[in-house]
Every structure is written in structure tokens, then in C-alpha cells.
T-cell receptor, first 115, second 114 residues
Framework: DVKVTQSSRYLVKRTGEKVFLECVQD?????MFWYRQDPGLGLRLIYF???????EKGDIPEGYSVSREKKERFSLILESASTNQTSMYLC??????????????FGPGTRLTVL | AQTVTQSQPEMSVQEAETVTLSCTYD???????LFWYKQPPSRQMILVIR??????QNATENRFSVNFQKAAKSFSLKISDSQLGDTAMYFC???????????FGKGTKLTVNP
């Protein structure tokens, strides 16, 4: 059974803290994605990685950075958490190329609250 | 920026009935892919159905089917014989600009009533 896992389901942090959200996939996928999901706004892409150590900014990268040192792991970093980063964060992975492999597989999400 | 419009923020349907969720999008690409994803309450996002833009035949997966109108840039999802387990947020997502990135609509919250 294919799987994308995220390190925490719920996380509470304080303003100014450095926050790491971890995502691991076991499908040997090249592509990995970080989204944030807010009510009424749908999913918005933060960062995208298409290979180890390769990354591309998404639509809302400000205040975030990412790290991909190994193919299976993609980390989202909030350098200095702020209250407006309180949100649900979803990780996804996919494999490039064939049409059927455009499907993105999602993790369960991390609900982050910044106080 | 590419936009995806799901004009129905919330819908409800009686069990066993049919419901259609609408989606329109913009793109300048000729070949792309479109997806409907489902996110049940407090559960993981999963793929419902996919469509390749160059295929004229509408995709079908059991009780789920799409009405894909390429010229109109419309991609609606029909759920037949609705079940309680269909209660979820549904997101329409075409691929973006010929890439493997997806652009998501804001979602439609579907409630199936007994």
C-alpha cells in the first residue's frame, strides 16, 4: 500500500519559533509538494521539488523554505513562525512522465497552530 | 496565474440520488490532465477520477463520471447513487501550464443526507 506520511498530525508553536514539518514517501517518487489548505481558499502550492536538492517556488513561498536531501523525504521549514501561518499543511508526491502517474498522493496533513 | 472555479461552495443531496459538481478552469495548453480529489472529514485526500484532455471520451469510475467540455473548459463531476460515505470536500485540479503541478479550486463541500 503506497504511503505518504507526515511527522505530526497536530503541532502548536509560538511566534518566532523555527518549525520543521517532515514528509516521507515510500513510492520512490521524484516529485514532492508542500501545500497549505485554508477554508475557502482551497490548496495553495508552497514549494515543489522534482529531484533531490532541486526545488521550485510555488504560489506562496514567502516565509517558507524547503529541504530535500534524500529522495523520499521533503521538509518544510518555517524560519520564524507567525500567526498567519496557522493552517493545515499537506504534503504530496507523484512520479513524472506517464499520464497515470500525474496523480498526486497525499499525506494525512499537519494542522499547525502558531500562538 | 491559472484559475480554477468551483462555483458551488456547498451542496447537499439525499442518499441514492445523483449530484453534479461543477468546475471551470483556464489554460492555454492543448494537452493537460484534470483530476477530482475527495477529502472526507478529518481524513486523507484521495483521487476520485482523472481525465486526459486529448481524450474525447469522458472518464468513468463506478458511480463517478465526468462531463468534460474542452472548448468550454468545463470539467464537472457526477456522482450517481450517492452514499453517506461520499460526504466530503471535493476539489477540481487541472495540471498547470504543461507541468506536473496541479492548480486546485476552492472546493465544494458535499453532504449526503440519509
Amino acid at each position: 500500500d503506497v504511503k505518504v506520511t507526515q511527522s505530526s498530525r497536530y503541532l502548536v508553536k509560538r511566534t518566532g519559533e523555527k518549525v520543521f514539518l517532515e514528509c516521507v514517501q515510500d513510492m520512490d517518487h521524484e516529485n514532492m509538494f508542500w501545500y497549505r489548505q485554508d477554508p475557502g481558499l482551497g490548496l495553495r502550492l508552497i514549494y515543489f521539488s522534482y529531484d533531490v536538492k532541486m526545488k521550485e517556488k510555488g504560489d506562496i513561498p514567502e516565509g517558507y523554505s524547503v529541504s530535500r536531501e534524500k529522495k523520499e523525504r521533503f521538509s518544510l521549514i518555517l524560519e520564524s513562525a507567525s500567526t498567519n501561518q496557522t493552517s493545515m499543511y499537506l504534503c504530496a508526491s507523484s512520479s513524472p512522465g506517464l499520464a497515470e502517474n500525474n496523480e498526486q498522493f497525499f499525506g494525512p496533513g499537519t494542522r499547525l497552530t502558531v500562538l | 496565474a491559472q484559475t480554477v472555479t468551483q462555483s458551488q461552495p456547498e451542496m447537499s443531496v439525499q442518499e441514492a440520488e445523483t449530484v453534479t459538481l461543477s468546475c471551470t478552469y483556464d489554460t492555454s495548453e492543448n494537452n493537460y490532465y484534470l483530476f477530482w480529489y475527495k477529502q472526507p472529514p478529518s481524513r486523507q485526500m484521495i483521487l476520485v477520477i482523472r481525465q486526459e484532455a486529448y481524450k474525447q471520451q469522458n472518464a468513468t469510475e463506478n458511480r463517478f463520471s465526468v462531463n468534460f467540455q474542452k472548448a468550454a473548459k468545463s470539467f464537472s463531476l457526477k456522482i450517481s447513487d450517492s452514499q453517506l460515505g461520499d460526504t466530503a470536500m471535493y476539489f477540481c485540479a487541472p495540471t498547470q501550464g504543461g507541468s506536473e503541478k496541479l492548480v486546485f479550486g476552492k472546493g465544494t463541500k458535499l453532504t449526503v443526507n440519509p
